[in-house]
């Protein structure tokens, strides 16, 4: 909960900066050497080859990361779309694992790719940084000097893009770097309720804010609004807790009271609460069938899950893949698993890519393996990126298997 404000209204991704001191690095030093196990997809790239030359863009990922496979085909975009520009994309596993993933990737990962050496680039550039969240991206100019660093999806193509043209701002940079660890700050002093330092932060990014664009990705940034925002984060996440312990009537009322109070005026608290009041009945069903709650309230459960109108596709979506994945669920119920998954396929139109993989696992596990590979092939079709479709193939693959048996 701490982070997930700012991240929403930011567009980071696991992002955490440190409080700079005089010791550590800020934009504009000279950016470490690359210390590297293999290089595994490119050329070797030496940065200090590039110095007066190319822009280089140093990138940080894992194979087992959803968010770093996502951003690497655009990542192949970029490298496809400037020229002057070398991207590193670094991985810390093993090389055979780096090796196999990019060898599946094939001209979907375009780029260099590299395993770190010891880890040691990471904490030269991460570790020194203070960044704990993958993928990130480091950007390197032609003198030599990280000169940006966030999410690739993010700032990365208008960062490369000024470059190019020789418009980039590293004083406007390393005050909005400065900004980001003072928006950090300003969250913390809102959960501490240290109403000074709320203030005082509070004038400075405002200033911030006017002299080097917005901070936040949809709003200019208003310290009383924020700090409203963020107290409504906290409260929120105390009732959702509330929720799972199944806390008295009276300590959910005062919530809720609070929670009115501090809602957003565009934000619909009525449907907040229905999604909530959903998910609490679904987290007591699963509490029982996993051996944690009470076994003899499964019946009456799984009725008042069929029974629910009004439910978010998404999460009919997480209930039903729960239901048919999960390896703790002792009493695996597949005509519900199917139920909830074809609720979520009907809400959603039969659009989304997940949904329609899950519904088409309900298919595969209840045996109608033809039908399952009917919708396993419209996932592929609609799916967003290859990564997923590709991850959605292999799914197919193993569904066509059986139906050849």
């Known amino acids: 909960m701490k982070r997930?404000?700012?991240?929403?209204?930011?567009?980071?991704?696991?992002?955490?900066?440190?409080?700079?001191?005089?010791?550590?690095?800020?934009?504009?030093?000279?950016a470490p050497a690359l210390q590297i196990a293999e290089w595994v997809k490119g050329k070797p790239v030496n940065l200090a080859d590039l110095k007066g030359k190319k822009v280089a863009v140093v990138e940080f990922w894992a194979t087992w990361?959803?968010?770093?496979?996502?951003?690497?085909?655009?990542?192949?975009?970029?490298?496809?779309?400037f020229k002057d520009v070398v991207i590193v994309g670094?991985?810390?596993?093993?090389?055979?694992?780096?090796?196999?993933?990019?060898?599946?990737m094939g001209d979907q990962m375009d780029y260099v790719v590299a395993v770190d050496k010891d880890e040691k680039t990471g904490q030269a550039y991460m570790g020194a940084f203070g960044v704990d969240g993958i993928p990130h991206a480091f950007v390197v100019d032609k003198?030599?000097?990280?000169?940006?660093?966030?999410?690739?999806?993010?700032?990365?193509?208008?960062?490369?893009?000024e470059l190019q043209a020789?418009?980039?701002?590293?004083?406007?940079?390393?005050?909005?770097?400065?900004?980001?660890?003072?928006?950090?700050?300003?969250?913390?002093?809102?959960?501490?309720?240290d109403q000074a330092r709320i203030e005082a932060l509070g004038r400075e990014l405002e200033a911030l804010d006017a002299e080097v664009g917005p901070l936040l990705r949809d709003r200019k940034f208003n310290a009383a609004e924020i700090r409203d925002l963020i107290r409504f984060q906290m409260t929120l996440a105390e009732y959702q807790q509330a929720l799972a312990t199944e806390a008295p009537a009276e300590t959910l009322a005062g919530l809720e009271k609070r929670l009115e109070e501090l809602a957003p005026k565009d934000f619909d608290l009525a449907?907040?609460?229905?999604?909530?009041?959903?998910?609490?009945?679904?987290?007591q069903y699963f509490r029982a069938v996993v051996g944690r709650g009470d076994t003899k309230q499964v019946e009456n459960l799984t009725s008042?899950?069929?029974?629910?109108?009004?439910?978010?596709p998404d999460d009919l979506n997480e209930w039903a893949w729960a239901l048919l994945t999960d390896p703790r669920v002792r009493q695996r119920d597949l005509a519900l698993a199917t139920h909830l998954a074809k609720a979520a396929l009907d809400a959603s139109g039969a659009t989304n890519a997940s949904i329609?993989?899950?519904?088409?696992?309900?298919?595969?596990?209840t045996g109608k393996v033809s039908e399952a590979i009917e919708y396993q092939k419209k996932a592929i079709a609609v799916a967003e990126d290859e990564p997923t479709r590709q991850a959605l193939r292999e799914t197919l693959s193993q569904y066509e298997a059986k139906a050849r048996k």
Request: charged letters at 30%.
């Open 4 to 30: 997930f404000l700012l991240a929403a209204l930011l567009g980071a991704v696991s992002m955490v900066f440190s409080p700079l001191s005089a010791a550590e690095p800020k934009l504009g030093d000279p």
């Open 65 to 81: 990361c959803p968010p770093c496979r996502a951003s690497i085909p655009h990542l192949t975009q970029l490298q496809k779309k």
């Open 90 to 104: 670094i991985s810390d596993e093993d090389v055979a694992t780096v090796k196999k993933f990019v060898a599946k």
């Open 143 to 161: 003198e030599g000097r990280i000169v940006w660093h966030g999410h690739p999806m993010g700032d990365l193509e208008k960062v490369l893009e």
């Open 166 to 193: 020789g418009k980039f701002d590293l004083e406007k940079a390393r005050k909005r770097a400065e900004a980001q660890e003072k928006l950090e700050a300003f969250q913390e002093a809102v959960i501490q309720d």
């Open 271 to 283: 449907g907040m609460k229905r999604r909530l009041g959903h998910a609490q009945v679904f987290r």
């Open 304 to 312: 008042q899950l069929k029974e629910l109108s009004g439910v978010h």
């Open 356 to 365: 329609l993989d899950t519904y088409a696992r309900a298919l595969f596990d």
